[in-house]
């Protein structure tokens, strides 16, 4: 079953995701491919694990789906996200009993590797959300990946490393046929976890399924009669410690019709911690001559700190435009 982010929880427990066998055995893997180690690792157990694959390229998620169709495997769930999005915001502390790894884009050029996944900061999110006994295995036919990854376990210091075999699974993936071709042969680590630090989540939330719940993120400002919105300009902002940027791109008349007056929409860019979202924040006019400033539910948003920072930076545009802000409901 493939998942948008909207579907999940934050965290989402076993019981949502597999209700029908949320007491098995739980399976990561990031960065599937084209999808096929899972329907052969996953014969190798007695009783299928529950499965969660994820991917940055919706291309594989798609092929990844028709193997785990064809293989009859229910209790898997796909989904499209930078992994430390998924780990970090989705599961659990203490939940996963493997985080399987098969041949990373091993970014070779210099000054590149803080685009590799395995680093310190991520081997530490890692132990938090693996059980007692989980491990990080790790499979690649690139040697210089290799030796960093454990470099990078080991600096993490919660991270012991066991050089062992890798499951036969792993050499049956796309890539470790293409390497094994080019007479290359893969390399193996298991990264157990020596303590499970608390690497906390970001606090992100499903849009409500009342958009007028106060819970989605609002202001209510008057505006002033002479208020125009031609002097609106692309306005960015970011977060004084990095977690977030927020771009305001625009601010169009709204399609929807208010009795009450002008009602205008504004996009707004939002990236934070790997997740990137485009959202919609409705300023519509109110029976009362004030204006209200609402996430829209319109583009599927997740409700995260930045969403929460964007429309408190509309809200500050506004109030820059000669707005007076009334409420801030974020
Ligand atoms: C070299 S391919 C290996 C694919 C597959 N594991 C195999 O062995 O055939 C690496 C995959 O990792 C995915 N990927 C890279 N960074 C990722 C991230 N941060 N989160 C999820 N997937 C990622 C890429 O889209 C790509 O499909």
Redesign the pocket.
């Known amino acids: 079953m493939i998942y948008r982010l909207g579907d999940f929880q934050f965290p989402s427990a076993p019981e949502q995701l597999y209700p029908e066998t949320p007491q098995r055995p739980w399976v990561l893997?990031?960065?599937?491919?084209?999808g096929?180690?899972w329907p052969h690792y996953a014969r190798t157990f007695a009783e299928v694990p529950n499965y969660l694959g994820?991917?940055?390229?919706g291309v594989?998620l798609l092929k990844a789906n028709r193997w785990l169709k064809a293989a009859g495997l229910t209790n898997a769930v796909l989904t499209k996200?930078?992994?430390?999005v998924?780990v970090r915001e989705v599961i659990p502390h203490g939940a996963l009993d493997e985080i399987v790894?098969?041949?990373?884009?091993?970014w070779p050029k210099a000054g590149h590797e803080d685009?590799r996944?395995l680093r310190a900061p991520f081997f530490q999110l890692a132990a938090s959300r693996l059980k007692p006994g989980g491990a990080v295995l790790l499979?690649t036919d690139h040697d210089e990946y290799f030796e960093f990854a454990c470099e990078q376990a080991a600096a993490s210091g919660v991270m012991r490393t066991e050089l062992t075999q890798p499951p036969a699974a792993?050499l049956e993936?796309?890539?470790?046929l293409?390497w094994r071709d080019l007479g290359l042969s893969p390399r193996h680590a298991r990264f157990v976890p020596t303590a499970h630090p608390a690497v906390p989540s970001s606090g992100y939330a499903p849009f409500p399924a009342d958009p007028e719940d106060p819970a989605v993120p609002h202001s209510i400002v008057q505006l002033p009669d002479s208020f125009d919105p031609q002097t609106f300009s692309k306005h960015t902002a970011v977060h004084p410690r990095g977690a977030w940027t927020v771009v305001l791109l625009d601010l169009y008349a709204s399609l929807r019709r208010s009795d009450h007056g002008r009602s205008w929409v504004a996009l707004a860019h939002v990236e934070e911690g790997?997740l990137t979202q485009e959202v919609l924040i409705d300023v519509t006019a109110r029976e009362d001559g004030s204006t209200l400033v609402r996430l829209s539910r319109f583009s599927g948003p997740i409700i995260t700190p930045g969403v929460k920072a964007a429309v408190g930076v509309l809200t500050d545009v506004l109030a820059g435009l000669g707005a007076e802000v009334r409420h801030r409901g974020y």
Request: negative net charge; aromatic residues 12%.
């Open positions: 893997e990031v960065g599937f491919g084209d096929r180690f994820v991917e940055l390229s594989s996200l930078p992994a430390e998924l790894v098969n041949f990373p884009d091993p685009h996944l499979t792993a993936t796309k890539y470790a293409k790997g």
